[in-house]
């Protein structure tokens, strides 16, 4: 995720203080882990330098949290962009758990062994996932929802290889 | 819309019906089956009218006419015939002893030449029975080698038992009723009967009562497998084709099944015919040949039934949206109207009306009149039932589960609902208004005869010329008679009977032993020499008249060549009461016994012999009609009995009883068969049901009231309609009208016994779908 | 063997087969009361009828299955119809409700099956249909409502009977996702509430992560993920 362009998206609204970019970013997206004030300020510094935000004022005390930043049109126009963007679609190729399939059928452990309990562990973390799910909000459970799909989809292929287990052991270990 | 579009729509739906697989086939073949049991009833019942008067034509065809005040002179082409007709275990044999007079003598229809004297051409029936190991007495009475079979042409029935027998001297015993010369076979004078109007009626409300289940039944045959249709339908939509061209479709398969069950209905009938020509109902059996349906009628059933399928179909689905996605029964369907419902049973009533108290004296009833306003009344009660079901059902209260279950069911399709019961209601209305009509009648028709069965059961008169001591003696000594009573009657009268101007007055004489004449009168003392005037009787008034000790009366002579014999009455003639005989009568006139009787006027009366038989003897009738043709060929002693029927009223009884049993057969079968269909369509949520601890009675009993529930409606309104439709036919013979509740009662219990019997034998099939099977998706 | 400890349901051994066809080859099983059990496994592997025999409505051909320490090889098919109307409850993925009853009516069908007065299991079936949200719909058929509506008020018609054991046979299956999980959770929070083991078979792993623990069958043989790991 560019921690850069979802600031910048919150400075949108309006001049923020570091210390608020923080907290509304914690609140908003940082679900799984809020931000440090370092990586605020270091990512507000190269918006600064890249001229994407400008300073609007300084509190007395000093510090970087003490700043309040402003947008500026190049910044809306960079949100604005990657916004335009589609993410590259992640294909995982080179999967750990494909690479454990394949050794425990080349070293004649039980491959399906293998799957099973790391089916039994997706498992567990989808049942996390939904508990927070039902106890969340609505973004807490759009959240949930995307990690839950994504195991999901991690074990439509585990149900798959499961069923191939026969054919892949013919395929590496043969020749 | 094209004819050609319609053709091929239909053309279409032809083919969909035959390229369903194999359930689609099933549906078929069940429509066909239904259809064709139709069509072969419609064709039997069109086939009747001719069979009985092919029958007619054959009886009429070789009577023997013996009636004729003078009989022909003897010629080289005539014959004297005579009449042995007999009867063996209650079946009526009927005889014929025949002398040709010469070569050129006429046959009866069906023999090819006469047989000698000793020989005897035979029914194929009587053949068999001959040949049989029970008939040994039969072959006692007919004594004569079988030279040859009388064809079909000469026979009214495959069952009939006839014969003609060569015999001699025949010529002496002619006398213009039993025995006669003929020159010719077949009615010399034919009369056309006139119809009795009250027996016409009977049988055209029998026909029109037994076809319109048939109607209405094939009417549901042809939609069989209405709900699987329509989700076929809806994929027809799918693709593209319009509202109207898959209702032409639709109607297209229905004709399929119905075409397959004419084809069917053909086959039925044939195999039908065949089994009529083997069966024999009531002593009426016929030939196949005889039921050869009327072409016209028979063509009119191959169009009209394929006509009525497309019909009904096009009919069933007005109220149906036919979506692309599913099939919608119109929301809210309207609710049913009462006025136009009620408007045909009450226009039938007023066919009738006109008629009411015609009677039998004023001539024929008008047939259209009475058809329309029969069938007018029976197809109320179709539209009737439906409107009654579905404001009857909407207003059930709660009950148990399973009432809760069946009464919402019918709540939410009422109409098919009564379409199940529609042609049970109809035969039922039918059969009521029938049976009451019957029942009505009854007293015209049976006669009694007054006789009393206790004291004598049969009776025959002895041969002129005959000693009557002597014959009474063969047949007390005949095994299974108990005892003989024997009185010998003639006339006295008070001038000579040959005279111009005959006796002004005449009375009775009955000559018998003490013993036998104390059957008739009260005597106080008898011995032989006695004489007794008879006071008591109702009609002969004479007799105390003519009861004057020296008068002298004449004997009435027994045959045109007889002498004038008198008998004057003895001085010590006394007073007696009749009492009622053997025969149910009060006599008059003279009892004499033997040695009172001049032995001149021995020839001047008649044997009568009353035989009263020892019922533990089981063949006793035959012994007694064997020893009564061995005195005299020509005897055939009756049988008695307290009442007589008339034969017509008879077979239209045993007619409806027989189609009302078919129909309503015919009517559980096709509930059946929807029956199962329902519960197929219901497997899945009948598994669930049953998977949440419903109890299997709780859905039998649903069943069960999802069909009771209608039909105790479908019932109470056949018995309305059947009664008030057999009222006013009471009412238009001009009889009394009394309801006959058993037979009400009755037929309505057959009804419920069918729908009992559909619900017990759709038990099984309905628990089998109740396993848990029908849960597994996989 | 004996069940479990503690455990409210538990099946040992379990043989069913039809014809040729092995569906169960020797299945275990075991719940708690409260317990939410998934039983996944790819179609065909022989889930649904491990719940088919664990609710007594098909009888395994070997094997045992204890029901609150009660054999139930040993009850009479009247006894487990009994068991069935009183102690568990059933929802199916399809064709479970009464199309010519209204929905408060299919509610309450389960309690007047037990013989509760018309009048009061409609009470009940209101109260349960309340919880579910659907009981707008009380006056509806189920050919008017939508899936998810009927699947709430086919959960409702399972709960309405107080059961101990909820039966659960791919319950989402005909639904989308959003339905589907709101009727996961209407269904795993009364069951909670009150106490009842559900014991649901699914094929899909969100609808199984609404269990406490999943079993996987395949080739007719479960394995116990929990006590596997």
Known sequence: MSIGHTLLGLLESGPRHGYDLKRAFDEKFGHDRPLHYGQVYSTMSRLLKHGFVEVDGIEAGGGPERKRYAITDAGITDVEQWLATPEKPEPYLQSTLYTKVVLALLTHRDAADVLDTQRAEHLRSMRILTDRKRKGDLADQLICDHALFHLEADLRWLELTAARLEKLREAVVAP | ?778 | MIAPAGSLLAAHDLRKAYGPTVALDGAEFSIHPGEVVAIMGPSGSGKSTLLHCLAGIVPPDSGSITYDGREMATMTDAQRSALRRSEFGFVFQFGQLVPELTCVENVALPLRLNGTSRKEAERAALGWMQRLEVDDLRGKRPGEVSGGQGQRVAVARALVTGPRVLFADEPTGALDSLNGERVMELLTDAARSTNAAVVLVTHEARVAAYSDREIVVRDGRSRDMERAV
Not at chain 2, 476 to 493: D, F, H, M, P, Y
Not at chain 2, 745 to 756: E, I, K, Q, R
């Open chain 2, 1 to 778: 819309m094209s004819p050609g579009g319609w053709a091929r729509d239909l053309r279409m739906g032809l083919r969909f019906a035959f390229s369903g697989g194999r359930e689609g086939w099933l549906r078929v073949t069940l429509t066909a089956v239904g259809v064709g049991l139709g069509v072969a009833l419609l064709l039997l019942s069109t086939a009747l009218p001719n069979a009985l008067s092919v029958r007619d034509h054959r009886e009429k065809a070789r009577s023997d006419y013996t009636y004729a005040p003078t009989p022909p002179p003897r010629g080289d082409d005539t014959l004297v015939i005579a009449d042995t007709n007999t009867t063996f275990h209650d079946k009526d044999v009927r005889g014929r002893l025949v002398e040709p007079e010469g070569p050129k003598a006429p046959l009866p229809p069906g023999v090819d030449r006469y047989p000698a004297r000793g020989e005897m051409v035979v029914s194929p029936a009587l053949e068999r029975l001959l040949r049989s190991d029970d008939a040994a007495l039969l072959r006692q009475r007919l004594p004569y080698k079988v030279v040859g079979t009388i064809h079909e042409s000469g026979l009214i029935g495959s069952h009939e038992l006839a014969y003609y027998a060569g015999a001699s001297g025949l010529a002496d015993r002619i006398d213009g009723s039993q025995v006669a010369r003929l020159k010719e076979y077949g009615s010399p004078n034919p009369v056309a009967e006139r119809a009795d109007p009250v027996l016409m009626l009977l049988n055209l409300v029998v026909i029109v009562v037994l076809l319109m289940p048939v109607a209405v039944f094939i009417a549901a045959a042809v939609r069989v497998g209405g709900e699987r249709r329509d989700r076929r339908l809806a994929a027809l939509r799918l693709v593209g084709s319009d509202s109207a061209m898959t209702r032409r479709i639709a109607a297209g398969e229905a004709l399929a099944g119905a075409l397959l069950g004419l084809v069917l209905g053909a086959g039925f009938f044939w195999v039908g015919r065949e089994v009529a020509g083997s069966v024999e109902v009531m002593g009426v059996s016929v030939f196949p040949s005889y039921l050869n349906p009327s072409p016209l009628l028979a063509a009119l059933v191959a169009v009209a039934v394929p006509a009525a399928a497309v019909l009904v179909t096009l009919l069933a689905l007005r109220g149906v949206v036919i979506e692309p996605l599913g099939v919608v029964r119109t929301a809210k369907p309207a609710r049913r109207r009462l006025w136009w419902r009620l408007l045909m049973p009450v226009a039938g009533l007023a066919l009738l009306a006109p008629m009411i108290g015609k009677g039998r004296g004023n001539g024929d009833f008008n047939q259209y009149l009475v058809t329309g306003g029969v069938l007018l009344l029976l197809v109320g009660v179709t539209a009737l039932l439906p409107w009654l079901v579905e404001t009857v059902v909407a207003r059930l209260g709660s009950g148990g589960v399973a009432w809760q279950l069946a009464v919402r069911r019918l709540q939410l399709s009422s109409g098919t609902a009564a379409r199940m019961v529609n042609g049970i209601a109809v035969a039922v209305a039918g059969a009521i208004a029938l049976q009451m009509l019957f029942a009505g009648v009854d007293a015209d028709y049976t006669k009694d005869t007054g006789k009393d069965v206790q004291r004598a059961q049969m009776q025959l008169s002895v041969p002129d010329g005959r000693s009557v001591t002597a014959e009474s003696a063969r047949f007390t000594a005949t095994k299974g008679v108990r005892r003989v009573i024997a009185l010998s009657e003639g006339s006295l009268g008070d001038a000579a009977w040959g005279a111009e101007s005959g006796p002004e007055k005449s009375t009775q004489v009955t000559v018998g032993t003490c013993a036998a004449l104390r059957e008739v009168a009260a005597l106080p003392t008898c011995r032989d020499g006695d004489v007794f005037a008879l006071s008591g009787s109702e009609y002969d008034q004479d007799a105390t008249a003519l009861a004057t000790p020296g008068r002298v009366l004449h004997f009435s002579p027994r045959s045109d060549e007889g002498t004038d014999v008198t008998w004057t009455v003895p001085a010590g003639v006394r007073r007696a009461d009749s009492v009622v005989d053997p025969t149910g009568m009060r006599r008059g006139g003279f009892l004499l016994t033997p040695s009172a009787l001049p032995a001149k006027a021995a020839a001047q009366v008649g044997g009568q012999l009353y035989l009263s038989l020892d019922p533990a003897v089981p063949d006793a009738a035959e012994y007694v009609r064997n020893v009564a043709v061995s005195m005299d060929p020509l005897q055939n002693p009756s049988v008695w009995s307290a009442t007589e029927r008339s034969r017509g009223y008879d077979s239209i009884r045993t007619g409806l009883l027989v189609g009302a049993v078919c129909v309503l057969a015919l009517i559980g079968a096709s509930l059946l068969v929807s029956q199962l269909e329902q519960l197929r369509e219901r497997r899945k949520l009948l598994s669930s049901l049953v998977a949440f601890g419903t109890r299997r009675r709780t859905l039998s009993l649903s069943v069960l009231w999802q069909t009771a529930i209608p039909i105790t409606l479908g019932l109470l309104l056949a018995m309305a309609v059947g009664l008030a439709l057999g009222a006013v036919l009471l009412r238009m013979t001009g009889t009394a009208v009394t309801v006959d509740w058993t037979s009400v009662l009755s037929m309505s219990g057959a009804g419920a016994g069918v729908v009992l019997a559909v619900t017990l034998l759709s038990l099984p099939p309905l628990l089998r779908l109740m396993r848990p099977d029908g849960l597994r998706t996989e």
